[in-house]
């Protein structure tokens, strides 16, 4: 009888910890943003599997799924989370203009964004890559010197690439959608971007593969206004139950249909960085 | 509070802008005007399928929105065997969207000669090119010339859109910085000074014009 009720008291103990942990275990939000009953959030609607446009237009994408979850642990559904689509160079200025309360669309965290926004915990590390046409002579990134490269509008790879490829010359498209278009043209030798989004593309465009050399480790982070104290420590919180809910194993394989993208992917949101 | 130190830093990216702003608009002027002047002259030659054309073009642009032209040019084209470097489609999606307001500007010029010059011309024994040339182009030019004014100052406005294909010129400069360096106020507020210089510039060399044009043959 005693073995019996302590079994049923550890099955219970062990049932409490995997429970999602309710709203008032987090940390309290601001009281402006309770005041407006959901969480602005701007996601990526170009870069999947991150953020996409579905179907039906609504954005889809393990971030957007992320969002949707944080939007939950906010106002208990994930309608707590208002969605909307930015781009690469319009969401810090989204942010600061208070158009939304957190960026959660790719954003790299590096010194000259953490002088004007507070970046929360690191979320999701991984390498970027390029992307070139499969009849193309490049199979190291040495052999792009010279050329042209596509890439979208304040990505973060620019300063990497000018200054570890000689006499690179970049061209700024708006979106991930125009450059590939651009690069399927010939406009340029290929189209970098972040690891998981090239792979991704690779798999859509029979026309393109990936350079496998890995270029400009970068870490992701969720941005938010400067001095939003409150806000940081209920978006770290909730990072770390994302983690704790083994949230993102079943998220990934969702939307990354490759094994091996999966697993890299996988590695990138659940283990901590390599060397920083 | 506005970094002023930061915008003077910025000083020499934004011209470098300026200056491919500045060639791009000024080759779209000048296509745009010769596109304009022959636009016309087939619009309102008696070669009716001809006029139709020009007439049908001229819907075309101004049916649909700028934004889609340059597209178009710089997307759309090298399905159709023709791939223009980003500073070509620049100029031609320009230089096709401006001629169009030329082509109607023009038009608008001549029908405001009456049918009664045509007669007072032919009393005086003009020839017929003596008549076009000295009596209804000046006629024309004048009445045309504001419009024509505002769409070279729209010109140089619209260059802007050709951010969007990736030409570097001053708003892509600004959108550049922003991306990196965050600083939305300086920036914008920059290049609308730098836009509005340039186009008060234009403005009053094109009033200085039209007043030049009003004033009586014989005061000259």
């Not at chain 1, 010197?145 to 890439?151: D, H, M, R, S, V």
């Not at chain 2, 049908?56 to 084209?77: A, D, K, M, N, S």
């Not at chain 2, 010339?145 to 619209?158: E, G």
């Amino acid at each position: 009888m005693k073995t019996t009720f302590t079994s049923a008291l550890a099955l219970l103990v062990a049932g409490l910890a995997a429970a999602p942990v309710a709203a008032q275990d987090f940390p309290p939000l601001p009281a402006s943003i309770e005041e407006q009953g959901v969480l602005r959030i701007g996601v990526k609607c170009d870069s999947p599997p991150f953020g996409a446009s579905g179907i039906d237009g609504t954005p889809i994408g393990i971030e957007v799924e992320m969002a949707k979850k944080i939007g939950e642990y906010a106002f208990g559904s994930e309608e707590g989370a208002e969605l909307s689509c930015v781009t690469s160079e319009s969401r810090i200025p989204s942010l600061n203009s208070g158009k939304i309360d957190l960026i959660l669309a790719t954003l790299g965290r590096f010194p000259a964004r953490e002088e004007v926004i507070d970046f929360s915990n690191i979320y999701f590390w991984g390498t970027s890559n390029v992307l070139v046409p499969v009849d193309s002579p490049v199979q190291e990134l040495s052999d792009l010197a010279g050329e042209t490269l596509l890439i979208v509008k304040g990505g973060s790879q620019i300063r990497w690439l000018e200054e570890n490829i000689p006499d690179i010359e970049m061209m700024q498209l708006n979106t991930t959608a125009d450059g590939i278009q651009a690069l399927l043209q010939g406009r340029a030798a290929g189209y970098v971007g972040d690891g998981g989004l090239i792979y991704t593309l690779a798999g859509n465009y029979d026309q393109l593969r990936v350079v496998e050399e890995g270029l400009d480790l970068g870490v992701n982070g969720i941005g938010l206004r400067k001095d939003e104290p409150e806000l940081m420590a209920f978006v770290n919180a909730a990072l770390d139950q994302l983690r704790a809910e083994n949230f993102y194993e079943t998220v990934i394989t969702e939307f990354v249909e490759e094994p091996a993208v999966a697993d890299v992917m996988t590695r990138g949101f659940t283990e901590e960085p390599p060397q920083m | 509070m506005i970094d002023w130190a930061y915008i003077w830093a910025a000083v020499p990216d934004l011209m470098r802008g300026l200056g491919m702003t500045l060639i791009v608009s000024f080759l779209a002027i000048l296509f745009s005007l010769i596109g304009g002047v022959i636009g016309c002259a087939l619009r309102v030659s008696p070669i009716k399928p001809l006029s139709w054309l020009v007439a049908g073009y001229v819907e075309f642009i101004r049916g649909t929105p700028y934004l889609v032209q340059v597209f178009f040019v710089f997307y759309g084209l090298p399905s159709l065997g023709l791939r223009l470097s980003i500073f070509w489609s620049g100029v031609v999606a320009l230089s096709l969207w401006a001629s169009v307001f030329h082509i109607e500007s023009f038009r608008a010029g001549l029908s405001s000669v009456s049918k009664d010059i045509r007669n007072a011309s032919a009393s005086l024994g003009l020839r017929r090119w003596h008549h076009g040339l000295f009596v209804v182009l000046p006629i024309a030019a004048r009445s045309a010339l504001p419009s024509t004014l505002n769409t070279i100052v729209s010109t140089i406005k619209n260059s802007a859109y050709l951010q969007a294909i990736g030409l570097v010129e001053l708003t892509f400069v600004a959108v550049d910085r922003i991306a990196y360096e965050f600083r939305s106020i300086e920036m914008f507020l920059s290049i609308c000074v730098i836009y509005l210089a340039v186009v008060l510039v234009v403005s009053t060399l094109g009033h200085r014009l039209e007043r030049r044009l009003d004033r009586p043959y014989a005061g000259r």
